[in-house]
Protein backbone atom coordinates (compact mmCIF):
# COMPACT_ATOMS: atom_id res chain seq x y z
CA UNK A 1 0.00 0.00 0.00
CA UNK A 2 1.15 3.31 -0.39
CA UNK A 3 1.88 5.01 3.15
CA UNK A 4 1.61 8.66 4.03
CA UNK A 5 3.40 9.32 7.32
CA UNK A 6 3.49 11.42 10.02
CA UNK A 7 5.54 11.97 12.71
CA UNK A 8 8.01 13.90 14.75
CA UNK A 9 10.06 12.65 17.66
CA UNK A 10 12.27 9.77 18.29
CA UNK A 11 9.21 7.51 19.40
CA UNK A 12 7.93 7.47 15.90
CA UNK A 13 11.41 6.59 14.06
CA UNK A 14 11.26 2.52 14.09
CA UNK A 15 7.44 2.81 13.37
CA UNK A 16 8.75 4.52 10.03
CA UNK A 17 11.70 2.22 9.97
CA UNK A 18 9.31 -0.77 9.85
CA UNK A 19 7.08 0.49 7.35
CA UNK A 20 10.17 1.54 4.67
CA UNK A 21 11.54 -1.92 4.83
CA UNK A 22 8.52 -4.12 4.51
CA UNK A 23 6.14 -4.41 1.61
CA UNK A 24 4.81 -1.00 1.79
CA UNK A 25 5.72 2.17 0.11
CA UNK A 26 5.93 5.01 1.88
CA UNK A 27 5.08 7.97 -0.34
CA UNK A 28 5.85 11.00 2.18
CA UNK A 29 6.41 12.40 5.49
CA UNK A 30 4.81 15.23 7.36
CA UNK A 31 6.55 15.96 10.48
CA UNK A 32 6.52 19.23 12.87
CA UNK A 33 8.42 22.51 11.69
CA UNK A 34 12.26 22.96 12.01
CA UNK A 35 12.92 24.90 15.78
CA UNK A 36 15.55 26.16 17.85
CA UNK A 37 16.42 24.40 20.95
CA UNK A 38 18.63 24.55 23.74
CA UNK A 39 20.84 27.37 25.15
CA UNK A 40 22.41 28.34 22.07
CA UNK A 41 18.75 28.15 20.22
CA UNK A 42 20.14 26.22 17.46
CA UNK A 43 18.21 25.32 14.45
CA UNK A 44 17.48 21.39 14.94
CA UNK A 45 15.76 18.96 12.87
CA UNK A 46 13.14 16.54 14.13
CA UNK A 47 14.19 12.59 14.09
CA UNK A 48 11.37 11.85 11.88
CA UNK A 49 12.69 14.49 9.11
CA UNK A 50 16.43 13.41 10.07
CA UNK A 51 15.13 9.30 9.11
CA UNK A 52 13.22 10.38 5.90
CA UNK A 53 15.80 12.39 4.39
CA UNK A 54 18.45 8.95 4.65
CA UNK A 55 15.14 7.66 2.64
CA UNK A 56 14.75 10.26 0.42
CA UNK A 57 11.17 10.33 0.83
CA UNK A 58 9.50 13.76 0.01
CA UNK A 59 8.99 16.07 3.40
CA UNK A 60 6.68 17.93 4.30
CA UNK A 61 6.43 20.60 7.03
CA UNK A 62 3.47 22.53 7.78
CA UNK A 63 2.97 24.69 10.52
CA UNK A 64 -0.97 23.27 10.64
CA UNK A 65 -2.30 21.09 8.51
CA UNK A 66 -5.87 23.38 8.58
CA UNK A 67 -4.89 24.68 5.27
CA UNK A 68 -5.49 24.41 1.57
CA UNK A 69 -2.21 23.74 0.39
CA UNK A 70 -1.66 20.47 3.29
CA UNK A 71 -4.73 19.62 1.63
CA UNK A 72 -4.16 19.89 -1.89
CA UNK A 73 -0.43 17.84 -1.54
CA UNK A 74 -2.29 14.89 0.31
CA UNK A 75 -4.11 14.75 -2.49
CA UNK A 76 -1.64 15.01 -5.06
CA UNK A 77 -0.10 11.86 -3.00
CA UNK A 78 -2.99 9.64 -3.17
CA UNK A 79 -2.26 7.54 -0.73
CA UNK A 80 -3.82 4.26 0.03
CA UNK A 81 -3.72 5.02 4.16
CA UNK A 82 -2.05 7.47 6.15
CA UNK A 83 -0.27 6.45 9.63
CA UNK A 84 0.02 9.14 12.50
CA UNK A 85 2.45 8.58 15.03
CA UNK A 86 3.05 11.31 17.64
CA UNK A 87 2.75 13.85 15.04
CA UNK A 88 1.57 16.61 17.09
CA UNK A 89 -1.78 17.71 15.75
CA UNK A 90 -5.36 16.44 15.16
CA UNK A 91 -5.97 15.77 11.62
CA UNK A 92 -8.82 18.02 10.42
CA UNK A 93 -11.98 15.91 8.71
CA UNK A 94 -10.98 16.73 5.13
CA UNK A 95 -7.76 15.07 5.27
CA UNK A 96 -9.41 12.10 7.17
CA UNK A 97 -11.44 11.49 4.34
CA UNK A 98 -8.82 11.24 2.12
CA UNK A 99 -7.17 7.46 2.17
CA UNK A 100 -9.82 4.99 1.07
CA UNK A 101 -8.31 2.94 3.88
CA UNK A 102 -8.41 5.28 6.42
CA UNK A 103 -5.97 7.04 9.33
CA UNK A 104 -4.32 4.89 11.39
CA UNK A 105 -2.85 6.29 14.80
CA UNK A 106 -0.47 4.20 16.94
CA UNK A 107 -0.78 5.35 21.03
CA UNK A 108 1.16 4.54 23.54
CA UNK A 109 -1.35 3.44 26.28
CA UNK A 110 -4.23 0.54 26.02
CA UNK A 111 -7.14 2.88 25.17
CA UNK A 112 -9.42 4.19 25.95
CA UNK A 113 -7.10 4.30 29.07
CA UNK A 114 -4.78 7.13 29.48
CA UNK A 115 -5.68 9.38 25.86
CA UNK A 116 -3.17 12.28 25.55
CA UNK A 117 0.04 14.01 24.52
CA UNK A 118 1.99 11.97 28.19
CA UNK A 119 0.89 8.55 28.37
CA UNK A 120 4.29 6.76 29.14
CA UNK A 121 4.73 9.19 31.90
CA UNK A 122 1.15 9.08 33.52
CA UNK A 123 0.79 5.48 33.81
CA UNK A 124 4.10 5.29 35.77
CA UNK A 125 2.66 8.16 38.29
CA UNK A 126 -0.39 6.69 38.80
CA UNK A 127 1.30 3.47 39.88
CA UNK A 128 0.08 0.89 37.15
CA UNK A 129 0.91 -2.40 36.53
CA UNK A 130 0.41 -2.42 32.84
CA UNK A 131 0.24 -0.58 29.80
CA UNK A 132 0.97 -1.24 25.96
CA UNK A 133 -0.19 -0.32 22.42
CA UNK A 134 -3.46 0.30 20.73
CA UNK A 135 -3.64 1.11 17.28
CA UNK A 136 -6.89 2.81 16.23
CA UNK A 137 -8.80 4.61 12.77
CA UNK A 138 -8.43 8.15 13.46
CA UNK A 139 -11.53 10.00 13.96
CA UNK A 140 -11.56 14.35 14.81
CA UNK A 141 -11.68 13.33 18.68
CA UNK A 142 -8.69 13.15 20.69
CA UNK A 143 -7.39 9.54 20.62
CA UNK A 144 -11.19 8.57 20.21
CA UNK A 145 -11.06 5.97 17.34
CA UNK A 146 -12.02 2.68 16.89
CA UNK A 147 -9.80 0.28 18.45
CA UNK A 148 -7.65 -2.25 15.65
CA UNK A 149 -5.27 -4.16 18.04
CA UNK A 150 -3.47 -3.75 21.01
CA UNK A 151 -0.68 -5.30 23.02
CA UNK A 152 -0.42 -5.20 26.77
CA UNK A 153 3.30 -5.56 28.25
CA UNK A 154 4.06 -5.46 32.23
CA UNK A 155 5.39 -2.51 33.69
CA UNK A 156 8.52 -3.28 35.80
CA UNK A 157 9.11 -2.21 39.53
CA UNK A 158 12.06 0.28 38.86
CA UNK A 159 11.48 1.30 35.29
CA UNK A 160 11.42 5.04 34.38
CA UNK A 161 9.45 7.15 31.77
CA UNK A 162 12.10 6.70 29.61
CA UNK A 163 12.97 2.88 29.99
CA UNK A 164 9.38 2.02 29.21
CA UNK A 165 9.89 4.78 26.10
CA UNK A 166 11.81 3.01 24.55
CA UNK A 167 10.20 -0.47 25.12
CA UNK A 168 6.93 0.91 23.77
CA UNK A 169 8.64 2.72 20.80
CA UNK A 170 9.48 -0.50 19.54
CA UNK A 171 6.26 -2.69 20.19
CA UNK A 172 4.82 0.32 18.42
CA UNK A 173 6.65 -1.20 15.47
CA UNK A 174 5.16 -4.59 15.71
CA UNK A 175 1.55 -3.62 16.55
CA UNK A 176 1.62 -1.22 13.49
CA UNK A 177 3.17 -3.21 11.39
CA UNK A 178 0.71 -6.15 11.95
CA UNK A 179 -2.27 -3.57 11.69
CA UNK A 180 -1.26 -2.91 8.59
CA UNK A 181 -1.16 -6.23 7.49
CA UNK A 182 -4.35 -6.90 8.67
CA UNK A 183 -5.60 -3.93 6.86
CA UNK A 184 -4.32 -5.32 3.54
CA UNK A 185 -5.82 -8.10 3.81
CA UNK A 186 -9.50 -7.44 4.37
CA UNK A 187 -9.45 -8.90 8.13
CA UNK A 188 -9.04 -5.83 10.51
CA UNK A 189 -12.61 -5.84 13.06
CA UNK A 190 -12.60 -2.22 14.12
CA UNK A 191 -13.81 -2.07 18.23
CA UNK A 192 -15.43 1.54 19.11
CA UNK A 193 -14.11 2.87 22.71
CA UNK A 194 -15.60 2.78 25.97
CA UNK A 195 -16.35 6.37 25.98
CA UNK A 196 -17.01 5.78 29.69
CA UNK A 197 -13.50 4.13 30.94
CA UNK A 198 -11.77 6.96 29.17
CA UNK A 199 -9.21 8.61 31.16
CA UNK A 200 -6.43 11.53 30.11
CA UNK A 201 -2.74 12.26 30.23
CA UNK A 202 -2.03 15.41 29.91
CA UNK A 203 0.98 17.12 28.48
CA UNK A 204 3.72 17.52 31.58
CA UNK A 205 4.89 20.67 32.94
CA UNK A 206 7.92 21.11 35.23
CA UNK A 207 5.40 22.25 37.91
CA UNK A 208 4.41 18.29 37.70
CA UNK A 209 7.62 17.01 39.02
CA UNK A 210 7.31 19.09 42.71
CA UNK A 211 7.71 16.73 45.31
CA UNK A 212 4.69 16.91 47.60
CA UNK A 213 6.46 15.22 50.82
CA UNK A 214 2.96 14.72 52.46
CA UNK A 215 2.19 11.90 49.80
CA UNK A 216 3.11 8.61 50.25
CA UNK A 217 6.46 7.25 49.66
CA UNK A 218 5.20 4.70 46.58
CA UNK A 219 3.39 7.66 45.54
CA UNK A 220 6.75 9.70 45.39
CA UNK A 221 9.07 6.98 44.07
CA UNK A 222 5.97 7.01 41.10
CA UNK A 223 6.53 10.52 40.46
CA UNK A 224 10.16 10.33 40.36
CA UNK A 225 10.11 7.39 37.93
CA UNK A 226 7.57 8.57 35.66
CA UNK A 227 9.45 12.16 35.10
CA UNK A 228 12.80 10.62 34.20
CA UNK A 229 14.21 12.20 31.70
CA UNK A 230 11.79 15.03 31.95
CA UNK A 231 10.80 17.39 33.57
CA UNK A 232 12.58 15.18 36.72
CA UNK A 233 10.64 15.43 40.14
CA UNK A 234 12.60 17.76 42.07
CA UNK A 235 12.33 19.56 46.11
CA UNK A 236 14.54 21.97 47.53
CA UNK A 237 17.53 22.17 50.29
CA UNK A 238 18.88 25.11 51.83
CA UNK A 239 17.61 27.05 48.98
CA UNK A 240 18.82 25.29 46.73
CA UNK A 241 16.77 23.18 43.70
CA UNK A 242 17.82 19.09 44.46
CA UNK A 243 16.37 16.84 41.51
CA UNK A 244 16.08 13.40 42.54
CA UNK A 245 16.76 10.51 39.66
CA UNK A 246 16.65 7.44 41.90
CA UNK A 247 15.05 6.11 45.02
CA UNK A 248 13.07 3.50 46.80
CA UNK A 249 10.37 2.42 49.61
CA UNK A 250 11.45 1.62 53.14
CA UNK A 251 8.47 0.38 55.30
CA UNK A 252 8.19 2.14 58.48
CA UNK A 253 5.83 2.32 61.23
CA UNK A 254 7.04 5.43 62.86
CA UNK A 255 5.16 9.02 62.59
CA UNK A 256 7.37 11.55 61.36
CA UNK A 257 6.91 15.12 59.87
CA UNK A 258 6.68 14.70 56.21
CA UNK A 259 10.05 16.09 54.75
CA UNK A 260 12.26 15.80 57.61
CA UNK A 261 15.97 14.09 56.42
CA UNK A 262 15.80 11.30 59.13
CA UNK A 263 19.26 10.38 58.59
CA UNK A 264 22.38 10.38 55.89
CA UNK A 265 23.37 7.39 55.52
CA UNK A 266 26.63 6.84 52.87
CA UNK A 267 24.54 5.93 49.79
CA UNK A 268 21.48 7.41 50.34
CA UNK A 269 19.38 9.95 52.23
CA UNK A 270 16.37 9.06 53.99
CA UNK A 271 13.33 11.13 54.20
CA UNK A 272 10.12 11.09 56.22
CA UNK A 273 6.62 11.32 53.76
CA UNK A 274 2.98 10.49 54.36
CA UNK A 275 3.49 7.19 54.67
CA UNK A 276 6.85 5.28 55.06
CA UNK A 277 10.20 6.49 54.33
CA UNK A 278 12.07 7.62 50.84
CA UNK A 279 15.68 6.70 50.35
CA UNK A 280 17.21 9.30 47.89
CA UNK A 281 19.74 7.28 46.22
CA UNK A 282 20.74 9.61 42.98
CA UNK A 283 20.38 13.07 42.99
CA UNK A 284 21.26 16.89 41.05
CA UNK A 285 21.74 20.22 42.10
CA UNK A 286 21.26 23.22 40.26
CA UNK A 287 24.58 23.59 38.05
CA UNK A 288 25.39 19.97 38.86
CA UNK A 289 25.95 16.87 37.29
CA UNK A 290 23.76 14.07 38.12
CA UNK A 291 25.56 11.86 40.49
CA UNK A 292 24.90 9.19 43.30
CA UNK A 293 24.80 9.85 47.22
CA UNK A 294 27.80 8.74 47.51
CA UNK A 295 30.06 10.64 45.10
CA UNK A 296 28.00 13.70 46.34
CA UNK A 297 28.89 13.38 49.74
CA UNK A 298 32.30 13.53 48.64
CA UNK A 299 33.11 16.93 49.21
CA UNK A 300 29.31 17.89 49.87
CA UNK A 301 27.06 17.92 52.90
CA UNK A 302 23.81 16.91 53.56
CA UNK A 303 22.54 18.12 57.29
CA UNK A 304 19.59 15.44 58.93
CA UNK A 305 16.97 17.34 60.64
CA UNK A 306 16.61 19.45 57.73
CA UNK A 307 13.45 19.91 55.95
CA UNK A 308 13.18 19.88 52.26
CA UNK A 309 11.09 21.57 50.11
CA UNK A 310 9.36 24.66 50.28
Known amino acids: MKIVYMGTPQFAVPCLETLVNGRHEVIG ?28 IPIFQPDTLENVEVFENIEKLDPDIIVVVAYGQILPEEILRIPEHGCVNVHASLLPKYRGAAPINWVIINGEGSTGITTIYMDTGLDTGDILLRKEIKIYEDETAGELHDRLMDLGAEVLDETIDLIEAGKIQPTPQNHEEASYAPMLTKEHG ?39 VI ?60
Open 29 to 56: VFTQPDRPSGRGRKINITPIKEKALSYN
Open 251 to 310: NSNKDYKPGIILEVKKDCVLVATGKNILSIEELQFSGRKRMSVNQYLIGNNIEANRMLGG
Open 210 to 248: RIDWNKSAREIKNLIRGTVPWPTSYTAYDGKTMKIWKSS
